[in-house]
């Protein structure tokens, strides 16, 4: 029976599934940002869906006691030991962040040659057999959002909060600034990271995200998304209180301030994760890297539940066509994450 790990680090919860007549097991860590992040709660949702559909089995390890989103390397590769020694799991998720940036695996994917590892949220192609990279579109995503506040903004200036400055959160804010400059050329887009490396802490940090959305909310920005994990939740409940707008990302966090939060970039990790598993489960597992943009259902707004009655028919048509023209290549949108 070929092993799988499917790990989830900084997010995730768990799912598995047979594959010759035998249940998978399937590894996840909680790491930076803890339970609550968005994140990991798409994650979850993936392989909740694999538990159900799959019949996989799942299992779960906190890497660290959580201290503001920092990243413990030694206690993440401590879990994940305990994943693949003590509970034989076949396959492990986990995000590129956490493994050190690749370090982790290329240590333990060799030492470990029948695990199948999942890692999310990097194009990094390892060479390695046992190996998924996922790379996800959130720069097509951000740019959808982009488009939205630059069509939206009252006062033509809007703002990007990002939790640490690694290329991901990049990608992020670029696709963001493409989107604004899109439809509102005339538009001022703030923008500021939480950290800096090699601090990760920007991630668990919603009293510092409050503080800064209220600051830029009572200086005339009007819409802000963030990209900031646990963080988002404090901007949220800054436009909560200034009422204004902000955007979620990651899950649908539309409710968690009805008519508050224009729309959610959802990055559909529900979606990657079990497609992911599915191919090992078939047997059709595809080392290297593994796309998904707006055109393979890897991104999407949400359905704006609380805000589309604030938003004119024009504009929604707009959103659409951009979103049309996105798939279809027409319009072309930085990827910060891509080394040219």
């Not at 680090?9 to 803890?34: E, S, Y």
């Amino acid at each position: 029976m070929k092993r799988i790990v499917l790990f989830v680090l900084m997010l995730g919860f768990f799912g598995a599934k047979d594959v010759f007549a035998q249940k998978l097991k399937v590894g996840l860590i909680i790491g930076a940002g803890g339970s609550s992040n968005s994140f990991f709660q798409m994650i979850n949702r993936g392989v909740g869906r694999a538990r159900k559909e799959l019949k996989v089995k799942a299992y779960i390890e906190r890497a660290q006691a959580l201290k503001g989103a920092a990243i413990d390397q030694k206690a993440v590769d401590a879990a994940i030991l305990r994943l693949i020694e003590k509970r034989k799991v076949d396959i492990v998720v986990i995000d590129w962040m956490n493994t050190g940036f690749g370090g982790t695996i290329k240590t333990l994917g060799k030492k470990y040659p029948k695990v199948k590892w999942i890692v999310e949220d990097t194009d990094a192609n390892l060479g390695m057999p046992n190996v998924v990279s996922v790379l996800f579109g959130q720069h097509e995503g951000s740019f959808l959002v982009g488009a939205l506040a630059g069509a939206m903004t009252k006062s033509n200036k809007v703002g990007f909060i990002g939790g640490v400055n690694i290329p991901v959160i990049d990608s992020f804010k670029v696709g963001f600034q493409e989107g604004v400059k899109y439809t509102n050329s005339g538009a001022t887009v703030e923008t500021t990271y939480l950290s800096m490396l090699p601090k990760f802490t920007g991630f668990g940090d919603p009293k510092g995200a409050f503080k800064k959305s209220t600051e830029w909310y009572g200086a005339g920005v009007d819409i802000i998304y963030s990209a900031a994990g646990a963080s988002g939740n404090g901007v949220i409940r800054a436009a909560k209180k200034s009422k204004k707008f902000a955007i979620g990302v990651d899950s649908d966090q539309d409710k968690m301030a009805k008519g508050r939060i224009l729309t959610s970039m959802m990055k559909r990790l529900d979606n990657a994760t079990f497609n992911e598993i599915k191919k090992i489960k078939e047997g059709n597992f595809k080392p290297g890297v593994a796309y998904y943009g707006l055109k393979e259902g890897g991104v999407s707004l949400t359905e704006m539940k609380y805000t589309k009655g604030l938003i004119s028919g024009d504009i929604l048509s707009k959103i659409k066509d951009i979103e049309e023209k996105i798939k279809s290549g027409e319009i072309k949108v930085t990827n910060a994450m891509v080394k040219k």
